[in-house]
């Protein structure tokens, strides 16, 4: 697992989730950010497909260039410490002087995954 400290750096990783109907996987591509060994992600869109895959199926895989890690999904509640946490990381990581990505920040969905050692 020292591989993911390195791996912090990368724009994107792509999360695959398990289908809550289908029970096929399902990925997306995303920023994220990561503390440790947990990874955090915002989602723009409300509570989309794949997050409610989430909360049906927490366990998870993230790939971030071209490493594999499984981790286990949860949902963070909107004001509490990780979730500002989570906010703040990924605010660091893109916001940038031509991006305004404040309404996203302040309003989308954040989750962690706890990446599995």
Not at 37 to 50: K, N, S
Request: with cysteine; glycine share 10%.
């Amino acid at each position: 697992m020292a591989d993911v400290e390195r791996l912090a750096s990368h724009n994107i990783c792509y999360l695959t989730t398990t289908g809550r109907v289908t029970g096929r996987p399902h990925r997306v591509e995303i920023w994220f950010a990561l503390k440790g060994y947990t990874l955090y992600i915002l989602h723009g869109g409300g509570i989309g497909d794949w997050v409610k895959n989430v909360l049906r199926h927490p366990m998870v895989t993230v790939t971030i260039g071209g490493s594999e890690f499984a981790g286990n999904a949860r949902l963070l509640v909107k004001g509490e410490e990780e979730d500002a946490l989570a906010r703040q990381l990924l605010a660091e990581k893109y916001q940038r002087t031509e991006d305004d990505l404040d309404e996203w920040l302040a309003t989308a969905t954040a989750l962690a995954v706890d990446l599995v050692t």
